[in-house]
């Protein structure tokens, strides 16, 4: 069974830029799937970021490209998510995720890590 | 980018009533639509794909069903483990894009 976890700073100065780590066990991340990030700010919905296939093949929410950068680490199983010029608007709850090629909607989920932009 | 409206955004149900929840594409997404239940700092919980697929281990009360733009989750006797929000998700295009979501309280 698949399982996902993020790491990552819980809190960030504004400005600053948000580096999360998503580690992968129990599965390789070189295998067919879309390795995705989500988030959800405080008391509100979930909002897509971007996804990362094995070969470095992105695909981002053109509301957050600028600023965010999706990468993979096979060698150490897993991929991470940076986003640059943060305000307290990202502050949210991030998810990390799978979705197979067949079924591209998110089966897999990490449990989420709390970031907080704040100074 | 597809937006995706649901209805209602919040309801009062009981236990072991019939409750249905709504999502309508902007344009039109095929199958691609999914539902997703989650709870208080828990992750989404997939439940439907491909508009009507029932996620293994998710109990046969959870259904979905709808084509082209509008879409409909249908619990059918809710249970005290179901009070949670329901997001529904199109995966057509790019970006993806959730529903604002449902939340199901307990009346």
């Known amino acids: 069974q698949v399982q996902l976890q993020e790491s990552g700073p819980g809190l960030v100065k504004p400005s600053g830029t948000l580096s999360l780590t998503c580690v992968v066990s129990?599965?390789?991340?070189?295998?067919?799937?879309?390795w995705t990030w989500v988030r959800q700010p405080p008391g509100k919905g979930l909002e897509w970021i971007g996804e990362?296939?094995?070969?470095?093949?992105?695909n981002y929410n053109p509301s957050l490209k600028s600023r965010v950068t999706i990468s993979v680490d096979k060698s150490k199983n897993h991929f991470s998510l940076k986003l640059t010029s943060v305000t307290a608007a990202d502050t949210a709850l991030f998810f990390c995720?799978?979705?197979?090629?067949?079924?591209?909607?998110?089966?897999?989920w990490g449990q989420g890590t709390l970031v907080t932009v704040s100074s | 980018d597809i937006q995706m409206t649901q209805s209602p955004s919040a309801m009062s149900a009981s236990v072991g009533d019939r409750v249905t929840i709504t999502c309508r594409a902007s344009?039109?997404?095929?199958?691609?639509l999914a539902w997703f239940q989650q709870k208080p700092g828990k992750a989404p919980k997939r439940l439907i794909y491909?508009?009507?697929s029932l996620q293994s281990g998710v109990p046969s009360r959870f259904s979905g069903s709808g084509s082209g733009t509008e879409f409909t989750l249908t619990i059918s006797s809710l249970q005290p483990e179901d009070f949670a929000t329901y997001y529904c998700?199109?995966?057509?295009?790019?970006?993806?894009?959730f529903g604002q979501g449902t939340k199901v309280e307990i009346k």
């Open positions: 995720a799978r979705a197979d090629l067949a079924v591209t909607a998110p089966e897999y």
């Open positions: 129990g599965g390789s991340i070189s295998s067919s799937y879309w």
């Open positions: 990362i296939y094995h070969s470095g093949s992105t």
């Open positions: 344009q039109g997404i095929s199958n691609f």
């Open positions: 491909a508009v009507s």
């Open positions: 998700l199109q995966h057509n295009s790019y970006p993806r894009t």
